[in-house]
């Protein structure tokens, strides 16, 4: 290792050792994003838990629907964003509800629109990073995607099933066991093992905790282990705060007794909790950076050089035979003032194409947003 020129025992610092203090602090004056999506058939208390996660009120302006107008409701998209501070570190929340998912007779394909908005949210990054203010990109990405799964039922459902497996290769998806307290530990253990099997039978993707470093200390390694053996999380969610044994406390009260949400011993809520904000979202938005939207990229970029392919041997064809009807090429027969029409007719093309992705014929549908 060179020394430059320093004594043998010198202590000289030159500084570097600042950066991770120099990003942390231009982070969080810039400040994080999140976007979490909530999906599952009405009544299992999405909405509740949401609100008990983030210790705030995303729908106090919703509108509750009677009986004969769900029975008309289609499935729909609907954002609602909150800016939240914690001591001096800003996060802004967005949550994307399914309001109608799972509540129709017929369900077939109900998760389509789900699957066409976390797309669009694709494109539209997409578009931006393609054009000229790259640097005030906003990230709609949906982030992480929380699948509530009834607890009356043997298992997870066909919808259940066609809806992970539509949107698994897309988003993050983690899957938690809804309304668990109507549930006996004994049921919710039973219910969790057959949901896993299930899971790894048909082939569904959820998202995996990454591996912790041999370096870790042991237990954030036995928290890291607790997380991956608690999937799905078995969760319950209020906003009301009772009296258990001279304890203020955030649960249900019941003629037997009180279900506590933040004790660990009647549900998974503090682990989803710990999991979502504490150590794994920064991970579940490198996922999406790094293996869904890639994805996605790459798919757009093979599809617009085909495209492009496809319309420079046309041409080309058309050229060479000085008609509109291409023949066969015969290889070896193209000249120099020939290439550079292709050249530029590639150029013409790819512009074309980028204009189409980022113009106004791209469709963007509006959702309800608050």
Same mark, same amino acid.
């Given at each position: 290792?060179?020394?430059?020129?320093?004594?043998?025992?010198?202590?000289?610092?030159?500084?570097?050792?600042?950066?991770?203090?120099?990003?942390?602090?231009?982070?969080?004056?810039?400040?994080?994003?999140?976007? #979490?999506?909530?999906?599952?058939?009405?009544?299992?208390?999405?909405?509740? #838990?949401?609100?008990?996660?983030?210790?705030?009120? #995303?729908?106090?302006?919703?509108?509750?629907?009677?009986?004969?107008?769900?029975?008309?409701?289609?499935?729909?998209?609907?954002?609602?964003?909150?800016?939240?501070?914690?001591?001096?570190?800003?996060?802004?929340?967005?949550?994307?509800?399914?309001?109608?998912?799972?509540?129709?007779?017929?369900?077939?394909?109900?998760?389509?629109?789900?699957?066409?908005?976390?797309?669009?949210?694709?494109?539209?990054?997409?578009?931006?990073?393609?054009?000229?203010?790259?640097?005030?990109?906003?990230?709609?990405?949906?982030?992480?995607?929380?699948?509530? =799964?009834?607890?009356?039922?043997?298992? #997870?459902?066909?919808?259940?099933?066609?809806?992970?497996?539509?949107?698994?290769?897309?988003?993050? =998806?983690?899957?938690?066991?809804?309304?668990?307290?109507?549930?006996?530990?004994?049921?919710?253990?039973?219910?969790?093992?057959?949901?896993?099997?299930?899971?790894?039978?048909?082939?569904?993707?959820?998202?995996?905790?990454?591996?912790?470093?041999?370096?870790?200390?042991?237990?954030?390694?036995?928290?890291?282990?607790?997380?991956?053996?608690? =999937?799905?999380?078995?969760?319950?969610?209020?906003?009301?705060?009772?009296?258990?044994?001279?304890?203020?406390?955030?649960?249900?009260?019941? *003629?037997?007794?009180?279900?506590?949400?933040?004790?660990?011993?009647?549900?998974?809520?503090?682990?989803?909790?710990?999991?979502?904000?504490?150590?794994?979202?920064?991970?579940?938005?490198?996922?999406?950076?790094?293996?869904?939207?890639?994805?996605?990229?790459?798919?757009?970029?093979?599809?617009?050089?085909?495209?492009?392919?496809?319309?420079?041997?046309?041409?080309?064809?058309?050229?060479?035979?000085?008609?509109?009807? *291409?023949?066969?090429?015969?290889?070896?027969?193209?000249?120099?003032?020939?290439?550079?029409?292709?050249?530029?007719?590639?150029?013409?093309?790819?512009?074309?194409?980028?204009?189409? =992705?980022?113009? *106004?014929?791209?469709?963007?549908?509006?959702?309800?947003?608050?």
């Amino acid at each position: 290792m060179c020394e430059l020129g320093l004594g043998k025992g010198s202590q000289e610092y030159v500084g570097f050792a600042t950066l991770p203090n120099q990003v942390h602090r231009k982070s969080v004056k810039k400040g994080f994003d999140f976007t #979490l999506m909530v999906a599952g058939e009405s009544g299992l208390g999405k909405s509740t #838990l949401v609100n008990s996660l983030f210790l705030t009120d #995303l729908y106090k302006d919703r509108k509750l629907l009677n009986a004969e107008e769900r029975i008309t409701q289609t499935v729909e998209i609907t954002k609602h964003t909150v800016d939240i501070e914690e001591k001096g570190v800003k996060l802004k929340l967005t949550i994307v509800d399914t309001p109608g998912f799972g509540d129709a007779v017929n369900n077939t394909e109900c998760w389509r629109s789900v699957a066409d908005y976390i797309d669009q949210q694709f494109e539209q990054y997409f578009r931006d990073e393609s054009g000229l203010n790259r640097k005030n990109i906003q990230d709609n990405r949906v982030h992480c995607c929380l699948y509530f =799964i009834s607890p009356f039922g043997h298992g #997870l459902r066909p919808l259940d099933v066609e809806f992970m497996k539509a949107l698994h290769e897309k988003v993050n =998806i983690v899957p938690v066991l809804a309304k668990a307290d109507t549930l006996t530990p004994t049921e919710v253990k039973r219910k969790k093992t057959k949901i896993q099997e299930e899971i790894e039978q048909y082939g569904i993707k959820i998202y995996q905790f990454p591996d912790c470093d041999s370096d870790e200390d042991e237990e954030f390694k036995q928290q890291d282990q607790e997380l991956k053996a608690s =999937i799905p999380f078995a969760v319950i969610g209020s906003n009301t705060v009772v009296e258990a044994k001279g304890r203020r406390v955030r649960g249900r009260l019941y *003629p037997w007794g009180i279900v506590e949400v933040e004790n660990s011993a009647h549900c998974d809520f503090v682990k989803l909790r710990n999991m979502l904000i504490r150590t794994h979202m920064q991970d579940l938005k490198d996922v999406t950076r790094e293996t869904h939207y890639e994805n996605y990229r790459a798919h757009c970029i093979q599809s617009m050089t085909r495209m492009v392919v496809k319309e420079r041997n046309r041409n080309k064809l058309t050229r060479e035979s000085g008609t509109d009807f *291409p023949i066969p090429m015969v290889p070896g027969e193209t000249d120099a003032e020939t290439e550079k029409l292709i050249r530029e007719k590639d150029e013409e093309l790819m512009n074309k194409l980028m204009d189409r =992705i980022r113009g *106004p014929d791209a469709l963007v549908p509006q959702y309800i947003t608050t």
